[in-house]
């Protein structure tokens, strides 16, 4: 590990080689520890390697350090997934769709069984515009999956899908509003269609209906949580990952091993996403705290600038913060700083180091700027700045916190 350090602190692109991975990764047990020094250096990105989607399956808990036992284990979760689907999707769609209800749509009792499908419309509603939106830039998420869900697009077309779902609720709707010589005028306005965002024929699926219906099964699964704006930010990164790997076995699973990895991922890191546990000590409130902290100590002139200027951490670190620094970045340079991230063995702290290391490489335009600039620099982080170059920082930062 040190020498990993000494290398990536000297300005080196310094990555272990695929040999080192490939000879790690093909022992009867998985050498955790030295699995994480190398992914901390960055996973390899080559056409055809395939690594980074196993490390990061093992560095997110889900598969076992025993190789021998990663076929059976996959296909009981792949199984349990689709399962998943059964019951959360494709029955209550058949329910829904031959009207076999007990209760009546205007009952307004809380438990009534219609009131929970409304709920559900909504939150649909939400992942759905969210998704569809994801990584604009990239055209990946646009295309058809050459995977999609069998359940979903063999089954009858009675059956009342997701895509339907949506579709049901775009409703057009009037607004009655008065002028000011008191004559009533009823304005006609229609939310956006899945047309308007050129849907893909039936039997096809693009890569962020899979997405959607990751979201959405996880949120019924977590009634507690739901679906946060900003999850769909989190599980990107991960299904793309996974879907685009050239291993035929990893893409064509890609759904329910990404539902699963997020899954992991979530259950570390969803106090972020509760709104009322913002100013616990779990909480963001505490992250971004501990980050203006550390700035405090490695950059006492930066740290009084933004005080003084009353930059808040809430108007910047808490999207840096929330998720994962997946908006600060081009998605190749997330994934190479979720490398790290994700071998942090004290899951995260690291994500406060690179954090530190972005404010204190801004320093220099900071401290001779207004507020009005430095706010605007600080919500889009200058896309000049290389990622191994805040990667560098980030580690001198960690070093110092530990005194080394």
Known sequence: MEKIIRKIKA?????????????????????????????????????????????????????????????????????????????????????????????????????????????????????????????PDLFFFQRATDYPHEDIVNCDSNIETLRKRVEQCVLHSETVSRNRLGITNMMSSRRKSSEEYAALPEGQEAHWEVVERILFIYAKLNPGLKYVQGMNEILGPIYYTFASDPDVDCREYAEADSFFCFTNLMAEIRDNFIKTLDDSQCGIGNLMMKLYNYLQVKDPALWHLLKEQDLKPQYYAFRWLTLLLSQEFPLPDVLRIWDSLFADASRFEFLIHVSCAMLMLLREDLLKSDFPHNMKLLQNFPPSIDVQTVLAKAVEVKDRHQGL
């Open 11 to 135: 300005g080196f692109s310094y990555r272990p080689g695929i040999r080192e991975f490939e000879e790690l990764l093909k022992s009867d047990e998985i050498d955790f520890k030295n699995l994480r020094k190398l992914c901390f250096a960055g996973c390899p990105f080559e056409s055809g390697s395939g690594i980074r989607s196993v490390c990061w399956k093992i560095l997110l808990n889900y598969l076992p350090l025993k190789r021998g036992g990663w076929p059976d284990f996959l296909k009981k979760q792949r199984a349990l997934y689709r399962q998943f689907v059964q019951e959360m999707i494709i029955d209550p769609g058949r329910k829904a769709n031959a009207g076999v209800h007990e209760d009546h749509p205007l009952n307004p009792n809380p438990d009534s069984s219609w009131q929970a499908i409304f709920k559900d419309n909504d939150m649909l509603v939400q992942i759905d515009k969210d998704c569809r939106r994801l990584c």
